[in-house]
């Protein structure tokens, strides 16, 4: 398949959740947007118009944009046969999955639904490094775990999240320890939400 450029998939987003568009419905004006609650947002309005070109239309305007779903599902869904038993492997936990690889734009590949979780977070953040946080402190419960704690007898565990063999640490955000890179993602999460909810 493909790789699909950011620009690509810039085209493909809705202009008002900033997400892959679902559910794409088109106005006369030629733009699209997730039939809802963005376009459902527009509609609530007394006279709606187009965000980006401003152009006034009516409900009687919207039409589904069924080519574009169409084309998005062929995009997203690779074709994966498994009805026969097939499994596909995604290439950056490298789980064996039966559920279809998704792409991820972060990533640039098709991807299991664990890692492209992951990789949205760090690209709606923007984040291309680990945030650097108090070691300990507080009543942060971040920190290594000794071997006692994760009965491993130092050796590396695998990751509840990501599947991974790696070192696992302590996290406000995860209810058992994880790897570190699940463990920044989940606090950008935290933190994103936090600053949103502030706003």
């Not at 463990?183 to 600053?195: C, D, H, P, Y």
């Amino acid at each position: 398949m493909p790789v699909l450029s950011e620009a690509l998939w810039e085209t493909l987003r809705c202009s008002i959740c900033l997400e892959t568009c679902k559910e794409p419905y088109r106005l006369p004006c030629e733009h699209f947007y997730c039939r809802g609650p963005c376009l459902q947002g527009l509609l609530d309005s007394a006279q709606p118009t187009c965000p980006n070109c401003r152009r006034a239309f009516s409900r009687a305007d919207v039409v589904p944009f069924r080519t574009l779903n169409n084309i998005m599902n062929l995009i997203e869904t690779p074709q994966q046969n498994n009805q026969q038993g097939e499994v596909a492997i995604c290439p950056i936990c490298t789980r064996q999955v039966g559920a279809p690889l998704k792409w991820s734009a972060h990533f640039a590949e098709l991807v299991c639904a664990d890692c492209w979780s992951t990789g949205e977070v760090f690209r709606k953040s923007n984040v291309d490094e680990p945030i650097q946080t108090e070691s300990s402190g507080g009543n942060r419960r971040s920190g290594i775990l000794t071997a006692e704690q994760n009965n491993q007898q130092g050796k590396e565990a695998v990751c509840p999240c990501c599947r991974q063999k790696k070192p696992l640490y302590m996290s406000e955000i995860f209810v058992e320890p994880v790897c570190n890179e699940c463990r920044m993602s989940g606090e950008v999460a935290l933190e994103l939400t936090i600053n949103e909810t502030k706003v």
